[in-house]
């Protein structure tokens, strides 16, 4: 066995033998020929010296574009020699794929075979500054020989490996010298028992984890390794097993079932010890491979993160259907729905804790956050542990099925449909019915020669037998093959994408529909007071503006998406409240009748009688209460002290509850009628009175769209200049002293204003086109906003907020190339986003599940009419006690307009600015009767009344904002209001 020798794996896998006496023994079988221990040696200290030469020094990355052959054995070693990193990569990617493995790895050094570099060579001064072929390095002198590896400590990196990407985009991990040997030492030797006689052959990959594993553990036992071809046909395989004899073989179940046609059982009886990992290894395949050769596969599961495998059965202990037990040096958790550890035999997500695994993903902090927590790593495999500690994989998380309160398998379906005769391959992913509901659908690859035929009857009768009537294929499609990974492993995301889309196209062919009398009448008897009825119909040249106009009454909502995507793609509309709620300070009025007490738990217990629900085809909003919170309600969630000057006088809080209401679906061009009730007649009927609504806008003359003009409104201020930055340099005051680090200073401009407000929304929603504008006019104000900002999201229990800070005017192209790169690179700027990042993961972390709080994107740039803004999104599951309201004491007011840390940035605010906000930085939003929410915050906004319009603007300052800078970005968030207000 081998020495470890100062640290360094490579002096791991050559000193040792040598000193050993095994330099004349095979090391390495390959396409670019045989190597012995010996020679092996020699070529790897010669390159070590040409290493040397062009100036490479420990810690230094050195990314290996090599296919599978000696040459990148000897490369990845004498890397590892000389005190580097080796990034190995893989060969088979499209040319344009390599920039953003580049991008991350930081290589000093590309070493690449002569295909590689023939290939890339218009790229190479793109992706790395110094790039040189491995036969050049190969012919360095033996006097150039480096004799001895250099000196590493087991923690010092030495390895940088790519998810195989079967989740999404490929993830970087940067692995250690030490973490090779506790692979050997706690898998190798104490699990599958490799020994120095071993001939060990894997076909998968060297820049998979799983190939290039079996490699260096059959060095470190002084074993032999075959390596893998780039064919990786069933024949080519083949020819490898009758050539070299190996001993041991490491395969994805893919392979063995490639093994498994028309194979004879000589090919394969040089074989002892058969290992299965990369993905689950179906039952069917585990069989056949038994009665056909003899011999059991030693099913285990390892992840790139990992490094090693880390569940793992024995060769003497193998327990059909399941993965295994944990492997020495390993900690395991099975985390169940309420975040709580799951029982023997409950299912959960499995975490793992060990040595080997690193602590992020390489410069991906989104992900890292995602999935690295305390020392653990999240791997999204959903498992359940029996109560002898063997674990059972039950599918990814994203895949298994929760079905009346039951974990489903997928797993468990893909092994039936594989008992089929005429099935070769088959995987199952989670999809919905028309009602939301979990059900399997399955993709399956006829055999060759297979007649066609009515898969989905076919599969649900072959089911029935084994299967419970809920694991039955909701659909079945057959494909000619199954995306996969190069090495091999289901891409199972691309197949969830692709029966989402089969889904959404067959809910874009039925529409939206009347609900069944029957339907209807059960749904009312199983609890709900608020069952939609709607009516479509194909919206023509209607804008959202002209169905406002024919809606009857004076007080009348839009909450409209004037910037048309997946996420903009309904417009709700509506008037004649069945119920109004209205607040200030600790009274509020339901209907005009006056009490005294807690508004939010009036509003709570409220909105608490009404249980709707949403159907196939409509919006998140299916009825409920719709209006806003003003900047003031942070008094019903907070002890704040309240401004003395409340000039415009608005309520704190202000919500119509609505129970009919239109909807525009922009991307497939329909208008609704909706209403909700418990009275299905009653429901018919006022559909026929919105529908009536919908053909007088139809039938009325189109409204004319003028020109707009470049001008601005002429306006006064709450701020003089000099006193706005006098604010900014106080606050700057209380940053030194530590009481604040960031605080969001507004000022309000006031124009004298007698046009009309929906002509005024008109404008600004054509000026600014954003997923959250709205329109409200009632109770003697109007407001006309065009925010691009959300405040909270709930859908489905699960949250999500989208914090926006750092902004630059909008200019020419050339302009705005400039600025995006000046929010990328401005420390000012991303450290005024990272704080606000942190303060949402915060404000979700209070009303979430633990664990479940996750950052989905960081930093990324987006685009208005007049400014561009760095915008993140952090989602969670809201804990199971959590209702809507408490989601928004925990998140509200939006860190991003009040500050860090938020509390005592109120308080410096309400000191500072001269009157109340109102309105501004609020929220606009509804409360569905189904238990879901969406709110915006309250920026690039107007309020009209008696007469004036009111814009406010701020901008956040931190310790090195510029004061007068400061003050004109604030006046830049104002232009597009500004510019309609002139119009």
């Given at each position: 066995m081998a020495d470890n020798y100062s640290g360094n794996l490579a002096g791991a896998l050559l000193c040792g033998h040598v000193q050993q006496k095994l330099a004349d023994k095979t090391a390495v079988i390959g396409s670019g020929g045989n190597c012995s221990y010996?020679?092996?040696?020699?070529?790897?200290?010669?390159?070590?010296?040409?290493?040397?030469?062009?100036?490479?020094?420990?810690?230094?990355?050195?990314?290996?574009?090599?296919?599978?052959?000696?040459?990148?054995?000897?490369?990845?070693?004498?890397?590892?020699?000389?005190?580097?990193?080796?990034?190995?990569?893989?060969?088979?990617?499209?040319?344009?794929?390599?920039?953003?493995?580049?991008?991350?790895?930081?290589?000093?050094?590309?070493?690449?075979?002569?295909?590689?570099?023939?290939?890339?060579?218009?790229?190479?001064g793109s992706l790395c500054r110094d790039w040189v072929s491995s036969r050049d390095l190969d012919t360095a002198a033996e006097a150039d020989a480096v004799d001895f590896p250099a000196a590493r400590?087991?923690?010092?990196?030495?390895?940088?490996?790519?998810?195989?990407?079967?989740?999404?985009?490929?993830?970087?991990?940067?692995?250690r010298h030490g973490d090779f040997v506790l692979t050997n030492r706690n898998y190798a030797d104490r699990v599958i028992g490799l020994a120095e006689t071993d001939i060990v052959y894997s076909p998968s990959p060297l820049f998979f984890a799983y190939g290039l594993n079996s490699v260096h553990m059959a060095l470190y036992r002084g074993a032999t390794a075959v390596l893998p071809t780039l064919d990786r046909s069933r024949e080519t395989i083949l020819q490898c097993l009758r050539r070299h004899r190996p001993s041991v073989l490491f395969a994805v179940p893919t392979v063995y079932r490639l093994l498994l046609e028309n194979s004879r059982r000589e090919d394969l009886a040089s074989l002892r010890l058969c290992v299965s990992a990369g993905e689950a290894l179906p039952q069917p395949i585990a069989a056949a491979w038994q009665q056909t050769y003899g011999h059991r596969i030693v099913d285990g599961i390892g992840t790139t993160e990992v490094l090693s495998t880390f569940i793992s059965n024995r060769p003497d202990d193998i327990r059909t259907g399941s993965t295994g037990r944990v492997v020495p040096g390993f900690e395991l958790r099975l985390v169940a729905d309420n975040h709580a550890d799951a029982a023997d035999e409950e299912a959960g997500v499995l975490w793992v804790k060990g040595d080997t695994l690193p602590s992020s993903y390489l410069g991906d902090a989104a992900a890292s956050a995602k999935r690295f927590r305390d020392g653990w790593f999240v791997t999204n495999d959903l498992f359940r542990r029996d109560r002898d500690g063997y674990y059972y994989y039950l599918g990814r998380s994203d895949d298994a099925l929760k079905i009346g309160g039951?974990?489903?398998?997928?797993?468990?379906?893909?092994?039936?449909?594989?008992?089929?005769?005429?099935?070769?391959?088959?995987?199952?992913?989670?999809?919905?019915?028309?009602?939301?509901?979990?059900?399997?659908?399955?993709?399956?690859?006829?055999?060759?020669?297979?007649?066609?035929?009515?898969?989905?009857?076919?599969?649900?009768?072959?089911?029935?037998?084994?299967?419970?009537?809920?694991?039955?294929?909701?659909?079945?499609?057959?494909?000619?093959?199954?995306?996969?990974?190069?090495?091999?492993?289901f891409q199972r995301f691309r197949l969830r994408d692709r029966a989402e889309q089969r889904r959404r196209d067959a809910?874009?062919?039925?529409g939206p529909t009347l609900l069944p009398r029957e339907v209807f009448e059960e749904l009312i008897a199983a609890g709900h007071n608020q069952v939609p009825v709607l009516r479509s119909a194909p919206l023509g040249e209607l804008r959202a503006t002209d169905l406002l106009r024919a809606l009857p009454g004076d007080d009348k909502f839009l909450l409209d998406s004037t910037r048309v995507s997946q996420e903009g793609r309904y417009s709700i509309l509506g008037s004649q409240p069945f119920l109004r709620f209205r607040a200030k300070a600790d009274r509020y009025w339901i209907d005009g009748r006056e009490s005294q007490g807690d508004p939010i738990a009036a509003l709570?217990?409220?909105?608490?009688?009404?249980?709707?629900?949403?159907?196939?085809?409509?919006?998140?909003?299916?009825?409920?209460?719709?209006?806003?919170?003003?900047?003031?309600?942070?008094?019903?969630?907070?002890?704040?002290?309240?401004?003395?000057?409340?000039?415009?006088?608005?309520?704190?809080?202000?919500?119509?509850?609505?129970?009919?209401?239109?909807?525009?679906?922009?991307?497939?061009?329909?208008?609704?009628?909706?209403?909700?009730?418990?009275?299905?007649?009653?429901?018919?009927?006022?559909l026929d009175e919105l529908s009536e609504v919908i053909e007088r806008a139809r039938a009325a003359p189109a409204q004319p769209r003028a020109p707009l003009h470049e001008r601005l409104a002429e306006f006064s201020s709450n701020y003089a200049p000099d006193l706005y930055c006098d604010a900014i340099a106080r606050i700057q005051e209380y940053i030194r002293s530590g009481d604040v680090y960031q605080v969001n200073l507004s000022q309000r401009l006031q124009v004298d204003y007698a046009g009309d407000g929906l002509a005024l929304y008109e404008a600004l929603a054509r000026i600014n086109p954003v997923h959250f504008a709205s329109y409200f006019c009632f109770d003697g104000f109007q407001i006309i906003s065009a925010s691009p900002e959300r405040l909270v999201r709930v859908e489905r229990r699960r949250a999500v907020t989208r914090p926006i800070a750092g902004t630059r005017r909008k200019g020419s192209d050339e302009e705005n190339a400039r600025f995006i790169e000046e929010l990328r690179t401005c420390d000012k700027e991303n450290a005024e986003h990272a704080m606000l990042v942190d303060l949402e993961r915060n404000d979700l972390g209070r009303v979430c599940k633990h664990g479940s709080v996750q950052i989905e994107k960081l930093m990324e740039i987006t685009e208005y009419t007049h400014v561009i803004h760095i915008e993140s999104e952090v989602v969670g599951q809201l804990a199971d006690e959590v209702d809507l309201l408490d989601v928004v004491g925990a998140t509200f007011p939006g860190g991003t307009i009040t500050g860090v840390p938020k509390i005592r940035t109120m308080e410096v605010i309400t000191e500072l600015e001269p009157n109340t906000r109102g309105i501004y930085t609020g929220s606009i939003g509804y409360l569905s009767f189904a238990g879901d929410m969406d709110l915006n915050i309250v920026i690039r906004t107007v309020l009209l009344k008696q007469g004036r319009a009111y814009v406010q603007v701020g901008g956040g300052v931190v310790i090195d904002g510029e004061p007068a800078r400061e003050y004109k970005e604030t006046l830049n968030k104002a232009r597009s209001q500004l510019m309609a207000l002139a119009q």
């Open positions: 010996g020679q092996l040696r020699r070529r790897v200290s010669r390159m070590a010296g040409a290493f040397r030469a062009r100036g490479l020094s420990s810690g230094d990355t050195v990314a290996l574009l090599i296919e599978d052959e000696l040459d990148l054995i000897v490369a990845w070693l004498a890397v590892l020699w000389q005190g580097g990193v080796a990034a190995i990569l893989n060969c088979q990617l499209p040319d344009d794929h390599y920039p953003q493995y580049f991008d991350r790895i930081d290589a000093r050094l590309t070493v690449a075979s002569p295909t590689m570099t023939a290939r890339l060579q218009e790229r190479a400590e087991a923690d010092d990196p030495a390895v940088i490996l790519f998810t195989s990407g079967t989740t999404g985009r490929p993830s970087g991990l940067v692995h039951q974990w489903m398998s997928p797993i468990d379906l893909e092994n039936r449909l594989l008992e089929h005769p005429d099935i070769e391959q088959c995987v199952v992913v989670a999809t919905a019915d028309d009602w939301d509901l979990p059900r399997p659908c399955a993709f399956i690859v006829p055999r060759p020669g297979a007649d066609k035929r009515d898969w989905q009857k076919e599969l649900k009768q072959f089911c029935r037998e084994r299967l419970p009537t809920a694991m039955y294929p909701h659909f079945v499609e057959t494909v000619d093959d199954l995306p996969r990974t190069f090495s091999g492993k809910g874009a062919m039925r709570k217990a409220l909105h608490a009688r009404y249980r709707g629900l949403r159907l196939p085809g409509m919006p998140l909003f299916c009825g409920g209460a719709v209006g806003f919170f003003a900047y003031e309600a942070n008094h019903y969630f907070e002890q704040l002290p309240r401004h003395p000057n409340d000039d415009v006088e608005l309520p704190d809080l202000f919500f119509d509850f609505i129970d009919n209401f239109i909807v525009i679906d922009h991307l497939e061009h329909t208008v609704m009628a909706v209403a909700t009730g418990a009275d299905y007649d009653r429901g018919l009927q006022r």
